[in-house]
């Protein structure tokens, strides 16, 4: 089956340090992948998304992801993490050429702690 | 700047009763999709929309449909609340892939549903 995994539920990073917030896809085909944010009692924020091209794709709020093909990985990173980036967030792919048929994964609860 | 709007950010209702959640869109997109949100489960897709008049079931319809009168507005609605539909529910819209380019979805702030 077709699917994205986040592998943490939880991810805790003091203020400053990098972060990384981890997902792996299992897809048929070309994976377009996303990452969202959520932040409390809103909606998911669209990030950044990798189609095609560099493998290193720059987002909102200075973070960043890797596409690693070998690895069928789209970790996101950020090399300074701040307070303000504790949220949850989501990787997503796009199954299809319509745009009609994401899969999301189950999030990951990043904290930030001061 | 896109703006999905949801029509209640809080609701709470009673087993048995008729439940709209209306969602409105003002990009003009084509796509539009009503999810649930529940801890550990992710987002998991309701229905979904391509154009008007039309929807598609996604992963979890039963207890669940929707309208699509027009093309900026989505509703969902739940015919017979209960109470394991109390969750997070999200509407998002796009537009289709062009070629290439593949779209994010744009998410409205949610609607969180008590039925008791």
């Known amino acids: 089956a077709q699917s994205v995994a986040q592998p943490e539920d939880q991810v805790n990073v003091a203020e400053g340090n990098p972060l990384t917030v981890k997902c792996t896809y299992s897809?048929?085909?070309?994976?377009?992948l996303f990452w969202y944010v959520q932040y409390p009692n809103r909606g998911l924020q669209f990030l950044l998304k990798?189609?095609?091209?560099?493998?290193l794709v720059k987002g909102s709020y200075g973070v960043e992801a890797e596409f690693n093909k070998s690895q069928t990985s789209f970790h996101l990173k950020k090399p300074s993490a701040l307070v303000s980036d504790s949220a949850l967030y989501f990787c997503?792919?796009?199954?299809?050429?319509?745009?009609?048929?994401?899969?999301f994964g189950p999030g990951t609860r990043l904290s930030v702690l001061p | 700047d896109v703006k999905v709007t949801q029509s209640s950010r809080y609701l709470v209702k009673r087993t048995g009763e008729k439940v709209f959640l209306e969602c409105v869109q003002d990009?003009?997109?084509?796509?539009m999709f009503w999810y649930r949100q529940d801890p550990g489960l992710g987002l998991r897709l309701i229905y979904f929309?391509?154009?008007?008049?039309?929807?598609e079931k996604g992963d979890i319809p039963e207890g669940y449909s929707v309208s699509r009168e027009k093309k900026e507005r989505f509703s969902l609605i739940l015919e017979s609340a209960s109470t394991n539909q109390t969750s997070m529910y999200l509407c998002?819209?796009?537009?289709?892939?062009?070629?290439?380019?593949?779209?994010?979805?744009?998410f409205g702030p949610g609607t969180r549903l008590t039925v008791l």
């Open positions: 998002a819209s796009s537009s289709p892939a062009s070629g290439s380019f593949h779209n994010e979805q744009f």
């Open positions: 897809v048929s085909g070309n994976p377009y």
């Open positions: 990798y189609i095609t091209g560099d493998n």
């Open positions: 997503a792919v796009d199954l299809d050429n319509y745009g009609q048929n994401f899969v």
């Open positions: 990009m003009d997109h084509e796509n």
């Open positions: 929309s391509y154009d008007v008049k039309m929807k």
